[in-house]
T-cell receptor, first 118, second 111 residues
Framework: DAGVIQSPRHEVTEMGQEVTLRCKPI?????LFWYRQTMMRGLELLIY????????DSGMPEDRFSAKMPNASFSTLKIQPSEPRDSAVYFC????????????????FGAGTRLSVL | LAKTTQPISMDSYEGQEVNITCSHNNIATNDYITWYQQFPSQGPRFIIQ???TKVTNEVASLFIPADRKSSTLSLPRVSLSDTAVYYCLVRTREYGNKLVFGAGTILRVKS
């Protein structure tokens, strides 16, 4: 398996522009996570989906951020309009989450998208 | 949002054992503790996962006390290639059982 695939690897845009980050999870995984990593705040969970349904979006910073998962093999994270403070590395991760009471849920991460908003 | 606590950095020499502890006082009852390794310009990579007592795999051991309020990642005989940032990941009861990464421990291995 190719692992979790994210695109683009790097994105440079100007303040106010719309940015769309893409993720293809590992085939067979049923959970997908979007994280943001900055020096100041470390790794933060933005949102995660289970079976294509958003389960916890409490980490999404504000209404400018939105995420979709139209099918099991694709997800997007959109920022509109983008601001300089959104500059960060955005990671997508996927896992297989079982319904067992005690589930292991090991996440596999993509290489990330480095976003710079000027 | 200090739901987990790890040392900021550690230094070691090749061949030594390294132990990194993560404190997570409000860990959720039914969830594993997971540790990840991250190299520059890469995503975090799974190292080891456990629920209680001790777990060992080909690269590390994980020690978890009975109260599960902390966990210790043990790397035996580190090499230069183990220089990386190490994170614990737990689900905490704060803010509704939210998944939280620790701030990370920078491990520098010297020759």
């Amino acid at each position: 398996d190719a692992g979790v695939i994210q695109s683009p690897r790097h994105e440079v845009t100007e303040m106010g522009q719309e940015v769309t980050l893409r993720c293809k999870p590992i085939s067979g995984h049923n959970s997908l996570f979007w994280y943001r990593q900055t020096m100041m705040r470390g790794l933060e969970l933005l949102i995660y989906f289970n079976n294509n349904v958003p389960i916890d979006d409490s980490g999404m910073p504000e209404d400018r951020f939105s995420a979709k998962m139209p099918n099991a093999s694709f997800s997007t994270l959109k920022i509109q309009p983008s601001e300089p403070r959104d500059s960060a590395v955005y990671f997508c991760a996927s896992s297989y989450h079982s319904s067992a009471r005690l589930a292991k849920n090991i996440q596999y991460f993509g290489a990330g998208t480095r976003l710079s908003v000027l | 949002l200090a739901k987990t606590t790890q040392p900021i950095s550690m230094d070691s020499y090749e061949g030594q054992e390294v132990n990194i502890t993560c404190s997570h006082n409000n860990i959720a009852t039914n969830d594993y503790i997971t540790w990840y390794q991250q190299f520059p310009s890469q995503g975090p990579r799974f190292i080891i996962q456990g629920y209680k007592t001790k777990v060992t795999n080909e690269v590390a051991s994980l020690f978890i006390p009975a109260d599960r309020k902390s966990s210790t990642l043990s790397l035996p005989r580190v090499s230069l290639s183990d220089t990386a940032v190490y994170y614990c990941l737990v689900r905490t009861r704060e803010y509704g059982n939210k998944l939280v990464f620790g701030a990370g421990t920078i491990l520098r291995v010297k020759s």
